[in-house]
């Protein structure tokens, strides 16, 4: 007789997991009660934020390294649900550098089984599109939207400036996911060519999507926009990511951790 491993559903805590190291600094001292477990090569720190169960992880960069991380959160840490969190180069035209992102579909951009399968589409599943849940992306596009209010507060205005950010905007739509950090005119303006509704490319969040879709868990995925996916991209990234990404994803998880009744 097979037996089903399958978790029912389980009021688990939710995981946030972060792509980069200063990201999950921020989240660590909001952590109370914490307790650590270490699993394949990973830290998951468990405990409480704003009263909710949490589980914080650093997945690593890569599409492998988040199905793994994810697998892991699901299935031995019965996570309820996944927030990815991190940076992305903005692919849309209007997407630019310190807006935040919050998808509601992602795809995996090097996906291409083709001409067995349509290209992107994820073979035997028969879909390239993998749906963000409605109710978090809604929580945390509230989140992202009441913080990129107080940029100047959360930043600072000198360091906005610096960074040319004027008037960070909040979008929602097609993120997408591929093993290649896009660091090129050439390379971007043929995936706007390809996948003309895609906001925004990073490396982890279509991977995270999949995994959540074997398993039934809702998942959303919130970044902010560290470059344009050009010839600059890798200009300023480190010094983007400890002073202005890793401030936003800290201010907004703690709002929604913080005004959510029920996550
Ligand atoms: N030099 C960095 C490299 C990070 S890789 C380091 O050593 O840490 C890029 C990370 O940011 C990935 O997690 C990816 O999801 C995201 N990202 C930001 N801009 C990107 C872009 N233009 N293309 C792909 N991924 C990008």
Excluded at 57 to 80: E, N, P, R
Excluded at 110 to 118: G, N
Excluded at 164 to 172: D, K, S, T
């Amino acid at each position: 007789m097979a037996i089903d491993a399958e978790a029912g559903p389980v009021a688990g805590p939710v995981a946030i997991i972060s792509a980069v190291h200063e990201e999950l600094r921020a989240l660590l001292p909001e952590l109370r009660d914490p307790a650590r477990v270490r699993l394949a090569g990973r830290e998951f720190h468990s405990g409480q934020i704003h009263g909710h169960p949490v589980v914080l992880v650093l997945s690593g960069i890569g599409k492998v390294a988040a199905a793994t991380t994810a697998a892991l959160l699901i299935h031995a840490f019965k996570a309820s649900a996944l927030v990815f969190t991190g940076v992305a180069g903005g692919l849309k035209h209007g997407v630019r550098v310190g807006d935040v992102v919050v998808a509601q579909r992602l795809l995996q951009h090097d996906m291409d089984a083709s001409p067995l399968f349509p290209r992107f589409e994820v073979p035997l599943t028969g879909r390239a599109l993998f749906e963000a849940d409605v109710a978090l992306v809604e929580a945390l596009a509230g989140a992202a939207q009441r913080c990129l209010g107080r940029a100047e507060a959360l930043i600072g205005a000198a360091r906005l400036a610096g960074f040319g950010i004027e008037r960070a905007v909040l979008h929602q739509g097609l993120v997408i996911s591929g093993d290649r950090f896009v660091a090129s005119e050439v390379h971007s303006s043929e995936l706007r060519a390809a996948l003309p509704q895609a906001l925004a490319v990073e490396m982890e969040g279509a991977a995270v999507a999949q995994v959540c879709a074997d398993f039934g868990t809702r998942f959303a995925v919130l970044r902010t926009i560290s470059d344009r996916a050009d010839d600059s991209a890798h200009v300023d990234f480190q010094r983007f990511i400890a002073e202005v990404a890793s401030a936003y994803t800290h201010a907004i998880i703690d709002d929604w951790l913080r005004s959510s009744a029920q996550l």
